[in-house]
């Protein structure tokens, strides 16, 4: 079908693919019997706009359908059919392939036109298309005709949607608006229409909506639209190119630029809202331009209640809301949303509904929040003079409040040290300026929950109840207590505050709460901070009396909550001042509401302040103290028992922020609290002090002084307190030892003093918990546990097991050593065996760190404080045996047949188990008396089973042998083949579990012993310096390796044959003389010594200047045999011959008349005499 005129076209451009409409128009075109290809080509759309039809879309395939394979065949064979053909014409008849062909002659192929099927149309006779107007979504076009007609189509389905009248020679054009609705982008199209005959500019919702805008403008003016994009832009990939897609050109040439806000796109109904939403972004501007009058009035344009609510949310989260923007905007909106009672009781007046209601009651409560806020900046603006914190008027005020006599107050203040400002004391935790620490009037207004989803019931005049937020930061909440209650005292000023309060409406319970949180962060107060303090605490409890006054045997929930937060609290101090003024507004409170019940005169919660202050004058007049009354009710019975907790921790805080200025850098946090310690259990406090000892760097003697001393001071007091006099007097020597030990101690403590007296008031609360073997027994835990969790400061172990030798009873003193070893040290030293054992030597440095977390260097240190901890085990039940085997030298370990305890109660054969002293019974300090609790750590260490002797004594012969190879750093040696295999398999199982010890070794278990001990003896004296003076008998190393060697039955004699050599073969003469009198076998000792002796004179003859001359001097026998020798072996050759002469000396003592070896000996001496005669007739006189 051809078209009468097209007046106009444009092109859609491409056709997204339909398979559906492809088949449905193919069945129709093709018929029933024709086949159809699934492959659905693209279709490039053309629509025109003229006469007959009046509009229509012509379709241009792009590409073709996939072919049939006969047609590819015959394709192929037609074009090697003439390729075929042209070169056998060539071949034939001569014709050059190279012959030059003129281009310029060659008329370029163009491709003839392909006629456009319509595939749509609308066909309107009368009707004749003028321009199409297509949108920049290409899915709607615009036509106008040459009846006054503007029709709306569907470009894709090629349907009219929509059409306008009245609207000749009219001009049309789309703009794209960009908008956010529901949290993502959107775009929505506008369509204009100029009607240039009316002078007319509409703006219109396209498909459905109304018109959204309409403007008078010149007639014969011209609206250009251009709906392409810049040349050479890529409109395929989306890009969105910057152009004007509408212009408005007026007749005199002015050019105008039509912008649309998005919010007309929600036409209809929501109108109102989309305008409200338009202003609220205006809002935000104006918000942060700072413009007040702006803000204002574009609040007073808005009209729904949630923009307006939404409007106030925004304004309130504002960092630059004032309180004058906020009053004017409550002045704006309080009139429309606050009912009357009058009102609301008529029928005929239209009442708000409820989300209307909620915002009403949320714009009061701002109301009061403002009115609040205004009144706390007044307070700080004040400037009054502080008044002085020893004035008799406050401290008789402060007595009223706690109902206390003022002698009773000032004891208080001065006990507490209060009015002492002392930079120790000092525990406010942050602190900001002046100006940072005022909150804003936003800032404080976010603080408290005005948002609430219910309705609050009438309350006549009252206020509207707030709440504080619970999710507030504490930075946030420690400037919201400051400027709640941190400005200065004054009566007028807790007048004012108290109005404010009860007209905030705020919930005194949060305040109270907030109060308790403000006072713990400051310093230790003065009178005058107490006074205020507690002038806070009765105006917030009378506000709230209802709820506070209970019955006599009940508890009432708003000081229970009180009393759980001051348990809770790390600062006793601040705590027990708190507590004592509750206490005292409580009893305050109680008594007026007895009163008030006798005399018929209830008063209501809105009197005055003075009548409460006259109330209180009242109650008080006769100065009665609350320490004199007895608690008849619930509430007094606990406020007495939270004072009494509480005033057992203030001499532990005081002692815990007196750390001694040796101490380290770093200061340790030891704030403490009743709910801690009850909840900790009963070794909580010794081991807060024993924390507190360590950090302090005191050393051990010291603490061992100060702890001595308490210990007898305590039980000094325990004795006067039982009045024992008549006991102690039939103790002969006990008071003497006492009054001895005090001055003897006097001294000793020096410049402790001040600790043991802090100490001492710790011990009055706490007597059982810093006993001196109870706070011993925590530090030796806490070094062991802090060794634990940094292995590499191997220090701290040796220092614990120090501190556990310090420990004087025998049970706790096993116990603790025994925890120690089975939770940590066991474990470490298993792991260091398994290395050792593989490499047969130290492990290196990185494996060390690897597999054990610490160094190389630290193993030996390491081995010797485990082993030291296993001999704490060990020595009561030594000294016990010992003392029962009449042992005579118990100091040097050997009993009176010269072996060391541990052999004389290896010889027994019994498996012996640590039974020292009686059972020992503890009993808890009374702040824990009914308590149910984790049990305290001497608890613990009574409670363990008793030990296997031998078990324990195996693991000490183990460690030993690790301390020798980590000491010495012996090579090729492997600890395990020392033991055999029953010995093995026990290491490591729990000390209680029964084991003995067997009496004969295997014979490479044998081997391996003695080349250990023999490998030691070696080392040490090759380690031992060259200049050692005066002779310090057998080295520790050697006296700790005969020790094992007895312990594991060997025979000792050849090692101190071996030891004597090593010796002698280095020249420590005078050290080895000391022990040859504890050689059992003298012949063979003496025959090595001759051996010595030759290797001496050998090494004499080959290095002196008179070699020539002596070797004259010496017998052909000598001679020969002095050959056979080696001088190498000798660490020290070059002695002197008077040495070697005093060594023979002693080898012919030791050898029998008429042997060999005496002979040689003999021979020997006759020979280094006449060397010692040549050289002194040498020496010129």
């Known amino acids: 079908m051809d078209q009468g005129m097209v007046a106009d076209c444009v092109a859609p451009g491409l056709c997204p693919p339909s398979i559906y409409d492809h088949m449905a128009q193919t069945s129709v075109v093709k018929g029933f019997n024709h086949s159809i290809s699934t492959a659905v080509p693209a279709i490039s759309l053309y629509m025109t706009a003229g006469r007959a039809p009046f509009t229509g879309s012509l379709t241009a395939h792009e590409g073709a359908a996939p072919p049939f394979m006969a047609d590819v065949a015959r394709l192929y064979a037609s074009k090697l059919k003439d390729a075929l053909v042209s070169a056998a014409s060539g071949w034939l008849f001569g014709k050059s392939r190279n012959r030059d062909t003129d281009h310029s002659k060659m008329k370029p192929k163009i491709e003839p ?47 009219a949607v929509r059409m306008w009248k009245g609207y000749r020679d009219a001009d049309c054009g789309w703009v794209e608006v960009e908008g956010e609705w529901g949290g993502r982008k959107r775009w929505v199209t506008f369509l204009l229409i100029y009607a240039p005959r009316r002078g007319l500019l509409e703006v219109w919702m396209p498909q459905q909506g109304p018109r959204v805008a309409a403007f008078n403008v010149p007639k014969h003016s011209r609206l250009l639209y251009t709906p392409h994009t810049l040349l050479g832009a890529n409109s395929v990939r989306g890009v969105r190119c910057k152009v004007l897609p509408v212009i408005f050109v007026a007749p005199d040439g002015t050019m105008s630029e039509v912008t649309i806000p998005f919010h007309l796109a929600l036409g209809g109904k929501t109108s109102k809202r989309a305008r409200d939403l338009h202003l609220l972004k205006t809002l935000k501007s104006h918000i942060k331009g700072g413009n007040e009058a702006e803000v204002l009035k574009v609040m007073s344009e808005i009209k729904t209640m949630a923009a307006r609510k939404q409007a106030v949310a925004t304004l309130v989260l504002s960092q630059r809301l004032t309180v004058s923007l906020l009053q004017g905007v409550l002045d704006l909106f309080l009139p429309i949303y606050s009912v009357e009672e009058e009102v609301e009781a008529r029928e005929d007046i239209y009442t708000l509904d409820h989300e209307s209601r909620l915002f009403g009651q949320q714009l009061v409560r701002l109301r009061q929040l403002v009115g609040l806020y205004q009144v706390l900046s007044q307070l700080h603006g004040a400037r009054e003079s502080s008044p002085n914190p020893e004035d008799d008027v406050l401290v008789f005020e402060l007595s009223k409040i706690l109902v206390l006599t003022p002698d009773e107050t000032t004891e208080l203040t001065t006990s507490c040290g209060c009015n002492e400002h002392s930079k120790a004391w000092n525990t406010k935790k942050v602190t900001f300026s002046a100006k940072e620490m005022m909150l804003s009037v936003g800032s404080f207004i976010r603080c408290w929950d005005v948002t609430v989803g219910v309705l609050a019931r009438d309350r006549g005049t009252l206020a509207l109840p707030i709440d504080l937020k619970e999710d507030i930061q504490v930075e946030k909440k420690i400037r919201l207590g400051e400027l709640l209650y941190g400005w200065k005292w004054h009566r007028e000023s807790i007048r004012k505050f108290h109005q404010a309060v009860e007209a905030s409406g705020a919930n005194p319970e949060s305040l109270l709460h907030l109060a308790l949180e403000h006072w713990a ?57 708190a507590a004592l003024l509750c206490r005292g507004v409580h009893a305050t409170l109680e008594s007026k509401a007895h009163r008030n019940k006798d005399s018929e005169n209830i008063s209501t919660g809105s009197s005055e302040q003075g009548d409460e202050e006259e109330d209180g004058a009242q109650v008080t007049g006769k100065m009665m103290s609350l320490n004199d009354w007895e608690g008849l ?56 002090v024993a924390n507190w000892f360590i950090a302090s760097g005191i050393p051990l003697s010291s603490i061992k002084n100060i702890l001595t001393r308490h210990d007898e001071q305590q039980m000094k007091k325990q004795q006067m307190d039982m009045e024992v006099d008549e006991v102690v007097e039939k103790v002969p020597g006990v008071s003497d030892d006492v009054t001895s030990c005090e001055d003897e101690t006097e001294d000793e403590l020096g410049s402790h003093t001040e600790i043991f007296d802090l100490l001492e008031k710790v011990g009055d609360k706490f007597p059982h918990s810093v006993a001196g073997d109870s706070v011993l027994t925590n530090m030796a835990w806490e070094l062991a546990a802090a060794w634990h969790k940094n292995p590499d400061e ?9 501190h556990i030798a310090e420990i004087k009873n025998s049970h706790i003193r096993h116990g603790v050593s025994v925890m120690i070893w089975e939770t940590w040290v066991s474990r470490i030293i298993q792991s260091a065996l398994g290395m050792v054992e593989k490499v047969g030597r130290l492990p290196k440095d990185r494996l060390c760190r690897r597999d054990l977390g610490l160094g190389e260097h630290c193993l030996s240190q390491m081995f010797k404080a485990a082993s030291g901890l296993l001999e704490q085990v060990l020595e009561k039940v030594l000294s016990k045996k010992c003392v029962g085997a009449s042992c005579k030298e118990e100091r040097n370990g050997e009993c009176s047949r010269g072996r060391p305890l541990k052999e004389f109660l290896l010889g027994t054969g019994a498996n012996v188990v640590c039974e020292v002293e009686k059972p020992l019974v503890l009993s808890p300090d009374r702040f824990w008396s009914g308590q149910e609790g984790s049990p305290s750590l001497v608890e613990l260490t009574i409670m363990q089973k008793m030990t296997c002797y031998d078990l324990v004594y195996h693991h000490h012969q183990l460690l030993s042998v690790l301390l020798f190879i980590a000491h010495h750093n012996l090579k090729n040696m492997k600890p395990l083949s020392c033991f055999d295999g029953k010995g093995r398999s026990v290491f490591f199982k729990p000390l209680s579990t029964s084991w003995t010890f067997e009496g004969q070794a295997d014979p490479s278990v044998s081997k391996a012993r003695t080349s250990l001990m ?8 090759n380690a031992q310096p060259d200049n050692t003076g005066s002779s310090k008998g057998i080295a520790p190393s050697v006296r700790q390796a005969l020790d094992l060697s007895r312990g594991w039955n060997m025979v000792v004699d050849p090692l101190y044959r071996q030891y004597i050599c090593e010796l002698y073969s280095s020249g420590f003469d005078k050290q080895a003389e000391e022990i040859i009198p504890l050689v059992s076998d003298r012949a063979l000792l003496g025959s090595q010594l001759v051996l010595l002796c030759g290797q001496r004179l050998h090494h004499h003859l080959a290095t002196s200047t008179r070699a020539a001359h002596h070797q004259a001097l010496t017998s052909p026998a000598i001679t020969e045999w002095l050959r056979s020798l080696e001088s190498e072996s000798l660490r020290c050759p070059g002695v002197s011959l008077n040495q070697s002469l005093e060594l023979l000396n002693h080898a012919l003592h030791l050898l029998a008349e008429g042997t060999q070896e005496y002979r040689m000996a003999t021979a020997l001496h006759q020979t280094f005499s006449a060397f010692i005669q040549d050289e002194e007739e040498d020496i010129p006189t």
């Open 794 to 802: 191997v220090a701290k172990l040796p220092q614990a097991v120090a």
């Open 113 to 159: 036109a392909t006629l456009l099927p319509y595939r749509w149309s609308l066909p309107d006779k009368p009707r004749v298309g003028l321009s199409i107007s297509m949108a920049s979504g290409r899915r709607l076009a615009a036509i106008t005709d040459d009846l006054g007609r503007v029709t709306l189509l569907d470009v894709q389905k090629g349907i």
């Open 1014 to 1021: 023999c490998k030691v003896i070696t080392t040490t004296v």
């Open 633 to 688: 009710s619930m509430e007094m019975v606990e406020w007495n028992l939270v004072l009494w907790q509480l005033g057992c921790l203030l001499p532990l805080s005081r002692l815990s922020s007196r750390l001694p200025s040796n101490g380290p850098e770093k200061q340790l946090k030891l704030e403490v609290s009743v709910k801690s310690l009850l909840d900790k259990g009963k070794g909580y406090v010794a081991e807060l």
């Open 521 to 577: 962060q400051g310093s230790i107060p003065d009178t005058v901070a107490i006074l205020h303090f507690g002038m806070v605490l009765h105006t917030l409890s009378s506000i709230a009396e209802s709820k506070i006054l209970c019955e006599v045997s009940e508890q009432s929930a708003w000081w229970t909550a009180v009393r759980d937060k001051l348990v809770a609290s790390e600062q006793p101090y601040h705590a027990y001042l």
